[in-house]
């Protein structure tokens, strides 16, 4: 299907464990984005990618690792869940540039027991 | 920290009735964008501003952006249950290096049958 997907859309986990979420595009979008959504602090950027083999960091990035071999595949890695990482991550893309028009998957709920 | 305050934080209206939604920013802004999200689901792009005094209108939902730039305004015109859900204004800040997105804490509207 044309558009971006993310798996699992819901995930339970322990801490301490290894955590990785999915997110997948079609449309070829040079740029993607993790959030992470939480009641009190709105929507906060872990980390983005400009391009394959460009990442950098966001507002929250760490306890969080990223990697793009691909442009359309964009996966977050929690390598040691804690609590405090229990959200809802969504996963976007844009066109060609950071302030072009992002694009949301639907989220993942991720609960860290 | 937030630096584009939405307001209110929640809004009960009755079915039919018009609506404001607020976002306002300390800074001048690059470029304003509109989203809803319904429960469980990703954010939806509504629309984008980015001109000063900008208007843009899509079936009974207004935006404008202010002349500053630096508040936007979001209205419904007779309000159904198929608005109901959060909406959340993201900006770019004018000066900002990376033109990364920053976002409101998000509007939950309920509409009353």
């Known amino acids: 299907d044309a558009g971006i997907t993310q798996s699992p859309r819901y995930k339970i986990t322990e801490t301490g464990r290894q955590v990785t979420l999915m997110c997948h595009q079609t449309w070829s979008h040079s740029y993607m984005f993790w959030y992470r959504q939480d009641l009190g602090h709105g929507l906060r950027l872990i980390y983005y990618?400009?391009?394959?083999?460009?990442?950098d960091k966001g507002e929250v990035p760490d306890g969080y690792v990223v990697s793009r071999s691909k442009t359309e595949n964009f996966p977050l890695t929690l390598e040691s869940a804690t609590r405090s990482q229990t959200s809802v991550y969504f996963c976007?893309?844009?066109?060609?540039?950071?302030?072009?028009?992002?694009?949301f998957g639907p989220g993942t709920r991720l609960t860290v027991l | 920290s937030q630096e584009l305050e939405q307001s209110p934080q929640s809004l009960i209206v009755q079915e039919g009735k018009n609506l404001t939604i607020n976002c306002t920013s300390s800074?001048?802004?690059?470029?304003l964008y509109w989203y809803k999200q319904k429960y469980g689901e990703g954010l939806i792009f509504l629309m984008m501003l980015q001109k000063g005094g900008e208007e843009k209108s899509h079936e009974k939902i207004t935006a404008k952006l202010d002349e500053k730039k630096q508040q936007s305004s979001l209205h419904i015109t007779a309000s159904q249950p198929s608005h109901a859900g959060i909406y959340l204004c993201?900006?770019?800040?004018?000066?900002?290096?990376?033109?990364?997105?920053?976002w409101g804490a998000g509007t939950k509207l309920i509409i009353k049958p």
């Open positions: 993201g900006a770019v800040p004018f000066m900002d290096s990376n033109y990364q997105l920053i």
């Open positions: 800074k001048t802004l690059y470029g």
């Open positions: 976007a893309s844009s066109e060609s540039h950071s302030a072009d028009t992002q694009y």
């Open positions: 990618s400009a391009a394959a083999d460009i990442t």
